[in-house]
T-cell receptor, first 108, second 113 residues
Framework: RKEVEQDPGPFNVPEGATVAFNCTYS??????FFWYRQDCRKEPKLLMS???SGNEDGRFTAQLNRASQYISLLIRDSKLSDSATYLC?????????FGRGTSLIVHP | NAGVTQTPKFQVLKTGQSMTLQCAQD?????MYWYRQDPGMGLRLIYY???????DKGEVPNGYNVSRLNKREFSLRLESAAPSQTSVYFC????????????FGSGTQLSVL
């Protein structure tokens, strides 16, 4: 089993929709969790950290479920500009490990 | 602030040629990383440097060497390039390893013919 797994998608949704992605991780010793956004051929940029209690930043909500070893990202009221690849990152010790990413396409 | 600066942005090599990718950060970060990204594979860690003076292998180190020249700079060397090393390479830095968020350079598109 890969250490960090994501559904590659693409998730194809209309503007205004709510969409959710999950990311599972295999190592229970993982210590910190992030969601990054990557636009085509560009560098990844931090979208948000994921805290045990869950956290929200505007239209974005991230949650962590340690018991089931997954993190989630919920995007409400999707915008065209949300179209991108969303990467989850799981840190264990010194090693930030990336999932393969989930592609989101928001259409008019 | 420039953040993380990578050079070059594009490079074409012939099989067997060598080259060094340069990376520098101006955020006084302790940790630096080199990743490669291939279609459908996500980012895979090649080498990292937890702090100045240390380097360690990541998931895919074969065919690469690194040098942490000082706190700011972390270079990646391909001694004898192979077509399998055709990829997009990203340098990243963080204040410390493992816990802190990563800041990325803009990437190097490398093609090995």
């Amino acid at each position: 089993r890969k250490e960090v797994e994501q559904d590659p998608g693409p998730f194809n949704v209309p503007e205004g929709a709510t969409v959710a992605f999950n990311c599972t991780y295999s190592n229970s010793a993982s210590q910190s969790f992030f969601w990054y956004r990557q636009d085509c051929r560009k560098e990844p940029k931090l979208l948000m950290s994921v805290y045990s209690s869950g956290n929200e930043d505007g239209r974005f909500t991230a949650q962590l479920n340690r018991a089931s070893q997954y993190i989630s990202l919920l995007i409400r009221d999707s915008k065209l500009s949300d179209s991108a690849t969303y990467l989850c990152v799981v840190n264990r010790g010194y090693i930030p490990t990336f999932g393969r990413g989930t592609s989101l396409i928001v259409h008019p | 602030n420039a953040g993380v600066t990578q050079t070059p942005k594009f490079q074409v090599l012939k099989t067997g040629q060598s080259m060094t990718l340069q990376c520098a950060q101006d955020m006084n970060h302790n940790s630096m990383y080199w990743y490669r990204q291939d279609p459908g594979m996500g980012l895979r860690l090649i080498y990292y440097s937890a702090s100045e003076g240390t380097t360690d292998k990541g998931e895919v180190p074969n065919g690469y060497n690194v040098s942490r020249l000082n706190k700011r700079e972390f270079s990646l060397r391909l001694e004898s390039a192979a077509p399998s090393q055709t990829s997009v390479y990203f340098c990243a830095s963080s204040e410390w390893t493992g816990i802190e968020k990563l800041f990325f350079g803009s990437g190097t598109q490398l093609s090995v013919l």
